[in-house]
């Protein structure tokens, strides 16, 4: 009869097997490029490079604390103000 539904259901090639060892695949292969990319992230020595800007930003930091105590020093900011320079 035309028209009418088999029982038989037409399946979509993205069901098949093949298609799902594939999509496993490339999320495997995906997640090796994710941890190549990362590998630095994890090791327990810092990089020469993140220290040397670690202590740059410490001494700006403290440079401009120093700025904040002397102008509380000479009356310029309260220390409402102090706390919110500060941080």
Do not use: Y
């Amino acid at each position: 009869m035309p028209g009418t539904k088999s029982n038989q259901a037409r399946t979509h090639p993205l069901d098949g097997r093949n298609a799902r060892i594939a999509a496993i695949g490339v999320c495997l292969a995906m997640l090796a490029l994710l941890g190549f990319i990362h590998r630095d992230d994890w090791s327990s020595a810092p990089d020469a490079g993140v220290a040397v800007a670690n202590d740059a930003f410490s001494r700006c930091l403290a440079e401009r604390h120093g700025a904040v105590d002397q102008m509380v020093a000479d009356g310029v900011v309260g220390s409402d103000m102090e706390t919110l320079l500060k941080t």
